[in-house]
């Protein structure tokens, strides 16, 4: 069966910092990968979405990065961290092909300080 | 362009029926309808892949007009475990694969 890893589950972390989140899928192989963010009492706001290694879609400017140096992790990634970064952190993946249900990882917490 | 919700928000009273509405202002391929509860990761309810396509799983079905762009997410005889908020995702026919989420409808159910 397929499972889906993100971690950590909760994060804190001060103005400036660098940020690495990571998730990845077992069980299944060249997976559509997501980052989603929930800001508090916000809708999901899609990020990054990517199709196969080295393909990113990036949707919103912003001065967060997404890589996807394997075919089952993706890598949400900020060199200088913002008050405004903070929020609930989503991974999700869904199979290879359109029109098929999407898996969320169980997110990370980031609050920036 | 997200698709748009509404309600935003909605309280009921157990045994009572809601509908959530989800549309969009793009040709869509396909409309995903979850739930989260608080603190958690969405659960996916059902995908609707054709237009005029209806669903259900237990008392909770929906439909979607393909030709209107939208789709509707009943809700009858709603039971406590009901709470929580429903997104609808869609992937437009020009972005397949890529599935985008409205903000959300925050439903209540009340003893």
């Known amino acids: 069966s397929q499972t889906i890893h993100q971690w950590p589950a909760t994060l804190v972390q001060p103005v400036g910092s660098p940020l690495s989140l990571e998730c990845t899928v077992e069980g299944t192989s060249n997976p559509n990968l997501y980052w989603y963010r929930q800001a508090a009492g916000r809708g999901l706001q899609l990020l990054f979405y990517?199709?196969?290694?080295?393909?990113i879609s990036s949707e919103v400017p912003q001065n967060l990065s997404a890589s996807r140096p394997q075919d089952r992790q993706f890598i949400l990634s900020s060199k200088k961290l913002l008050l405004s970064d903070s929020g609930f952190y989503l991974c999700?993946?869904?199979?290879?092909?359109?029109?098929?249900?999407?898996?969320f990882g169980q997110g990370t917490r980031l609050t920036v300080v | 362009q997200q698709p748009v919700q509404s309600p935003q928000a909605v309280i009921l009273r157990e045994g009572e029926d809601a509908v959530i509405n989800c549309s969009s202002s793009?040709?869509?391929?396909?409309v995903h309808w979850y739930r989260q509860k608080h603190g958690e990761a969405p659960v996916f309810l059902m995908i609707?892949?054709?237009?005029?396509e209806q669903k259900g799983h237990e008392k909770i079905s929906a439909s979607f007009n393909e030709k209107k762009q939208q789709s509707s997410l009943y809700l009858t005889a709603s039971q406590l475990s009901y709470s929580g908020t429903y997104f609808c995702?869609?992937?437009?026919?020009?972005?397949?694969?890529?599935?985008?989420f409205g903000q959300g409808t925050r439903l209540t159910i009340n003893p």
């Open positions: 793009k040709a869509l391929y396909s």
């Open positions: 999700a993946w869904s199979p290879g092909q359109k029109n098929t249900e999407a898996f």
């Open positions: 609707l892949l054709k237009g005029g």
């Open positions: 995702g869609t992937e437009s026919i020009q972005g397949a694969q890529k599935l985008v």
């Open positions: 990517s199709v196969g290694i080295g393909q």
